[in-house]
Nanobody
C-alpha cells in the first residue's frame, strides 16, 4: 500500500523558516509529479508548489521567492523550504503525488497533512 507521510510542521514567528518533508513508501514503481498544497480554516485547498520527475517547478504567486520545492528521487522524498514566513501562510500543508505502483496503476495520493502556524 502506497503512503505519503509529511513532517516538519510547527509554530514559527513571522519572518522565520520551516522545512517540510514528505516521504513516499510502499510498492512504488515510479513517482511523477509531487507537490505541496495547503488549506487554511474556512478556505479551499490551494496549490503551493509542484515539481515534476524531471525537476520542473511551479509556484503559487503568493509564495514565489520565499518557498522552494525540491525532491530526492532516490529517497522518494519531496521537500518544501519555507522562508520569510507570514501569518497568512498559516495552514495545514498536504503532500500530493502521482504514483505508479508495482502493478503499474497510476493513482493520485495525499498525505495526512502537517500544521504550519506563523504567529508571534
Amino acid at each position: 500500500q502506497v503512503q505519503l507521510v509529511e513532517s516538519g510542521g510547527g509554530l514559527v514567528q513571522p519572518g522565520g523558516s520551516l522545512r517540510l518533508s514528505c516521504v513516499a513508501s510502499g510498492s512504488i514503481f515510479s513517482i511523477n509529479t509531487m507537490g505541496w498544497y495547503r488549506q487554511a480554516p474556512g478556505m479551499q485547498r490551494e496549490s503551493v508548489a509542484t515539481i515534476t520527475s524531471g525537476g520542473n517547478t511551479n509556484y503559487a504567486d503568493s509564495v514565489k521567492g520565499r518557498f522552494t520545492i525540491s525532491r530526492d528521487n532516490a529517497k522518494k522524498t519531496v521537500y518544501l523550504q519555507m522562508n520569510s514566513l507570514k501569518p497568512e501562510d498559516t495552514a495545514v500543508y498536504f503532500c500530493n503525488a502521482d504514483i505508479r505502483d508495482s502493478m503499474r496503476w497510476l493513482r493520485n495520493y495525499w498525505g495526512q497533512g502537517t500544521q504550519v502556524t506563523v504567529s508571534t
